[in-house]
């Protein structure tokens, strides 16, 4: 993926020091970094329930637990709030998309939750993130960190989100990724961060919510579901062209058994005639 690319070839301009004890000397004889810190393993995480007893506490310094905010589809994005460039650029992404947004309204048909990854983020970073960031008049997006710094490794391992700290550039080289959930807190997609439109998320939430809305019949978001499928390889929804494609034959072939049967009537009516 574009972004994953963009942010190894970073990492490894900036002196490969990942964060090894005793700083980027001692990190000399393992300079290497492994590409596969930035990636997600899909396929492995997809469907897992995350722990509804973690404990956060958002920018005012309220606690609570990440299973309130179940119940709804959720969009967890993981950040860090002392982030100058990608991070506050992924929430101005995904405030545009949320505009667009007309299917679904934050708030009363889903959350967002974001979440630090960093052990020294506190309500009060929180909170100054949110000034730069039009989360705070979003309904339904909550800006929070682990009430206990222990449980970030919980919480990303789970999700399968891998990360270091390039020591040289003071940053942390991380995954750009909307997580999709299921009212249950179950993994039901990933999203890459700069590359997502409205359509992308509006279908990742009717993922999510796929059992409600095939129990109340909602055909447009049925048909919408059915008509698009999720490509890991660009990490975005496209056209379901196997779909259309086996439509297309199966239509094909029902026409030409149509034209057969209409052609052998019009013969048999023929010989009757002539006789």
Sequence with gaps: MAELAALLALALAAGRAAALPGGP????ERSELDPNVLRIDEPRHLGTRLDPGLLL?????RTFRLGDLFGKPLVLVLSYYSCDGVCPTIA???????????RFRPGQDFRVLTVSFDRHDTPERARAFLARSRARTTPGWTVAVLADPGDIRRLTDAVGYRYFW???DRMFVHPNAYVVLSPEGRIVRYLYG???GPRDL???LIDANWDRITESG?????????CFSYSYADGRYVLNYPL???MGALALGIGLVAFSFLVYRRRRHGRVGHA
């Design 166 to 168: 390039s020591v040289q």
């Design 218 to 226: 909602r055909v447009l978001d049925i048909v919408a579901g059915v």
């Design 244 to 246: 259309f494609a086996g």
């Design 57 to 61: 506490r958002d920018s005012e310094g």
């Design 202 to 204: 509006e279908l990742a």
């Design 194 to 196: 700069l590359r997502i």
């Design 25 to 28: 000397q001692a990190a000399t």
């Design 92 to 102: 101005r992404n995904l405030e545009r998309t949320l505009e667009g947004v007309e």
